[in-house]
């Protein structure tokens, strides 16, 4: 599973390689919970166990790392995947 590694901190950022055919978004997993975003627009596609608080600490590093994540995912998915504009 490819994993943003820029973006310190307990979380965990990654793609599934069958992500690629999705619109552009990130997954991010702490310990046994696991929550995924879409990218544009911004929003919580799925939440499996983190908080509402801790869901908004993970979409604010979400949007402060949105370059690093769509760099991670053009490099993993290539340029002519689908995303939502």
Not at 25 to 43: D, S, T, Y
Not at 46 to 74: P, T
Request: net charge positive; with cysteine.
């Amino acid at each position: 599973m490819p994993t943003v590694k820029s973006i310190p901190g307990p979380y965990r950022f990654f793609f599934y390689s069958f992500d690629c055919n999705e619109p552009m978004h990130v997954n991010i997993q702490r310990e046994g919970m696991i929550c995924k975003f879409w990218i544009k627009p911004l929003a919580l596609a799925k939440n499996q166990g983190f908080s509402a608080k801790e869901l908004n600490m993970i979409r604010n590093l979400v949007k402060r790392n949105n370059e690093e994540i769509m760099e991670a995912w053009y490099e993993h998915c290539g340029k002519n995947t689908r995303s939502k504009n």
